[in-house]
Each structure stands twice: as C-alpha cells, then as structure tokens.
C-alpha cells in the first residue's frame, strides 16, 4: 500500500489547478511503492501537455531540500532524450509546492511495466539506457552526497548491532565485517557521474524489449558510475531462488559497454564495488526489518537475499569481466 495521505476530491482538483495542464478528470491511488503516496492522475490536458500524471506526496527518507536535485535531473536528463519522466512546473514555474504540510510533485506519465523476470534482452536494454543516463547527467550542474555510500551500510548495520542482527539470520552478523571493508575502500580513481543507485526491475518501466521509463530518483546521488552498474546488475541478474543467471550478467554489462566502455580501473573493482553494493541493501533491509511490525501493511524485504548475492561476487566476481 502506498497512500499514506488521505486527499480528498477537492485538495486534488485545487492542486491540479496550479498547474498548466487542464482540470482534474480522475485520481486514484497507487498500490505500488513504499515510501511515498503516489495517484495517478488524468485531466483533460491543456497547452501541449499530456493528460495522465503521477501526483507523488514525499511522506519519508526524503529532504525536501534535495527535491531542486531529483526533480532537476528528471529535467535535464529527459532534455537529453533518457527514457524518465518531466516533471510538470506550476504557474510559478515551481518543480513542486506543499500539500497539506508535504511536498508534492506532478510528474508526467509514462508508459510500460516493470518485467519480474527480465530476460538477457531486457538486461542488455537497461544496460545501454544506465550507460546513456550517465553520459547524458555527465553535465548536470547540482550534486548530492550519496547518503547510502558504503560507510552509511557499516554504520547502519553497526547501528543494528550483531545480536539483533543474528536474530534475522545467524549468517548476518558477518556482514558487519564485510561492510567495513567495503567502507574502507578506495573509489577516488573511478569516474563519476550522476547515479540512480536503485535500478531493480520494479523502478524500470518496459514495453517489450525497450526501456520507457527510468522512475524512482530519489536515491540518485553524485558517484562512481561503476556502484550504479554494480547495484543494478545484483538487482537484474539473479532468479527467484537467488541463482546467478549468466545470460542477463553478461548482456546487461555487454549493453552497457555498448555505450560507455569501462575503464580499466572500472574493471579492477567490479567485484569489490558489486560487494559493497549488495552490503548497502543488506544494511537497508536489516534496518527495515528490524523496525517493522510483524503486522505492518509494508512487505519487510528478506536481508539474506542480498547477502547470498554478496557472497556470489566474493566468489565469482573478479572472474565475471575476465576475457
Ligand atoms: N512516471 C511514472 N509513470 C508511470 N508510472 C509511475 C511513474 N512513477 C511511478 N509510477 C508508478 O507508481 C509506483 C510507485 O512509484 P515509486 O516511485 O516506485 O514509489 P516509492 O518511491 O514509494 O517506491 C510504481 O511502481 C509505478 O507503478
Ligand atoms: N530497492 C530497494 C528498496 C528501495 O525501495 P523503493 O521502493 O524506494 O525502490 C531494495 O530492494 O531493498
């Protein structure tokens, strides 16, 4: 569930009207996501503009003083011609203003669904489309501080501590170990750019094999594009039982190389870089799980899945950009 804000019909339609694009049509919430209320909303357009938005209420783990960055990339980067959505500015030419004591952003629509079991096609798609999202975000004149670098995953897991951790699952605790190692690694040689830094399959949109929507910035940060590679290929390459699959690894990394080569540093830290950033969602989840009700509406994500994937590129990694 993902309405955490009751708007009624006339906040709806009062909001819509500080925008240039017709009146309010219809708004229904949206099931998907967990952090904020989304609605899809339809007017009957005007000016140009399309008639379907999502309406975004931000209710948590956002600053809204890094709302000018996420909103400003979405700009620049669907200038560029990436596959993201604009977001709608109202008549004071504001990228979003405050509804019931949130704020609130209309972002255009797009089409697509996330796939659940990308297929080697899919995987080279969203490879080539993250390679051009970093070409394109290259010039992007904000920055923002990756609030999740590899340092916040030891703290976080530190935070949780070895015993709680061990009550989700006894092969935790040695992640903690794991993390500082990854916090003690040097990324200054890797070239940087903009990043998503959370591209599973459920923040991409797809229509058959062509990526239509990059949606979700708002973990983007200013970083190594190699952790931004190195997340979605953990988030794109392993099946429901958390095996490796090799024909979406090797076309994911292929279809990103197909527009920006890696750097031989690049290659070097595959492996290390690939552990951090299953470290990050092991620390995210295991803070989550143990902070949500047993009876919570919110599905807790299992921690562990990203600590097998850990261990898959401890394995496996340095030999997966060999040849
Ligand atoms: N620009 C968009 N176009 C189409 N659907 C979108 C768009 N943005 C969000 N959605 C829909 O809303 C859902 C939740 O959005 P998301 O940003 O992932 O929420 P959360 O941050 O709460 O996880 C997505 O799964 C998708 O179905
Ligand atoms: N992708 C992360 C969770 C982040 O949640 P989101 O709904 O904001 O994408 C994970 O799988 O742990």
Redesign the pocket.
């Known amino acids: 569930m ?1 309405v955490y804000t009751h708007l009624g019909a006339e906040d709806l339609a009062r909001l819509i009207g500080e925008y240039d694009v017709g009146s309010l049509v219809m708004a229904k919430g ?1 099931a ?5 209320s ?1 609605w ?1 909303v339809e007017t009957t357009g005007s000016g140009g503009s399309g008639t379907r938005f ?1 309406l ?1 209420l931000y209710e948590r783990r956002i600053d809204y003083a890094d709302l000018p960055y996420f909103l400003g990339l979405l700009d620049h980067l669907a200038a560029k011609g990436c596959p993201v ?1 604009r977001t709608m500015h109202d008549r004071d030419g504001a990228s979003w203003r405050m509804v019931e004591g949130k704020a609130a952003a209309l ?6 669904v ?1 796939p659940t079991r990308p297929t080697p096609t899919q995987a080279r798609s969203i490879g080539a489309v993250l390679a051009g999202l970093h070409l394109a975000a290259a010039d992007f004149p904000q920055t923002r501080a990756n609030a999740m670098d590899f340092a916040a995953s030891a703290a976080i897991l530190d935070a949780c501590g070895a015993a709680a951790l061990e009550t989700i699952d006894p092969a935790l605790p040695a992640m903690l170990d794991h993390a500082r190692v990854a916090a003690a690694l040097d990324l200054s040689a890797l070239p940087q750019s903009q990043t998503h830094t959370d591209l599973f399959p ?2 991409v ?1 797809m229509l058959g094999e062509d990526v239509t ?1 990059l ?2 910035f ?1 973990f983007a940060c200013t970083g190594p594009m190699l952790l931004d590679l190195t997340v979605t290929h953990a988030a794109w390459c392993f099946d429901a039982a958390n095996a490796y699959r090799a024909d979406c690894g090797v076309a994911l990394i292929d279809g990103y190389q197909s527009v920006r080569p890696l750097t031989p540093e690049e290659r070097a830290l595959f492996a290390d870089v690939a552990k951090g950033a299953c470290l990050r969602f092991v620390a995210s989840r295991a803070e989550d799980w143990l902070d949500t009700p047993d009876d919570a509406l919110v599905t807790r994500k299992y921690p562990m899945q990203f600590a097998q994937r850990w261990q898959f590129y401890h394995d496996h990694g340095a030999a997966l950009l060999a040849g």
């Open positions: 993902a949206i998907e996501g967990v952090s904020n989304n899809l999502i975004t959505p972002i255009e629509f797009l089409p697509g996330s459920d923040n949109l929507g949606i979700d708002y």
